[in-house]
């Protein structure tokens, strides 16, 4: 019964030590995302459908922030979207 009884506190422990240093780590190596990227992700339609000219919609909002793509890129979104795009990216919407 002892041997069941250390195994368990030493798993505890080890369970413990991990998770500390996970989260450790995860601050050491964090990755920052630019915000505008999220918000202007979080607008599109989300279809990848690569009428911008980019692969999916992570890579037109990447290129809208990085790359300065005019806001009517997105040709599925329509004028929502660019109206949109253009208010977070602080940009004329007829551009």
């Given at each position: 019964?002892?041997?069941i009884?250390s195994?368990?506190?030493?798993s505890?422990?080890?369970?413990?030590v991990?998770g500390?240093?996970?989260?450790?780590?995860?601050?050491i190596?964090a990755?920052?995302?630019d915000e505008r990227?999220?918000?202007?992700?979080?607008?599109l339609?989300?279809?990848?459908?690569g009428?911008?000219?980019?692969?999916?919609?992570?890579g037109f909002?990447?290129?809208?922030?990085?790359s300065g793509v005019?806001a009517k890129?997105?040709v599925?979104?329509?004028?929502k979207?660019?109206?949109?795009?253009?208010?977070i990216?602080?940009?004329?919407a007829?551009?």
């Amino acid at each position: 019964m002892q041997i069941i009884i250390s195994t368990v506190i030493v798993s505890f422990v080890v369970a413990f030590v991990l998770g500390v240093l996970l989260g450790v780590f995860q601050k050491i190596f964090a990755v920052k995302v630019d915000e505008r990227v999220v918000k202007i992700r979080e607008v599109l339609p989300g279809i990848n459908c690569g009428g911008c000219g980019f692969p999916g919609c992570d890579g037109f909002a990447e290129a809208c922030v990085k790359s300065g793509v005019p806001a009517k890129g997105c040709v599925a979104g329509g004028a929502k979207v660019k109206e949109a795009i253009a208010q977070i990216m602080a940009q004329n919407a007829n551009a």
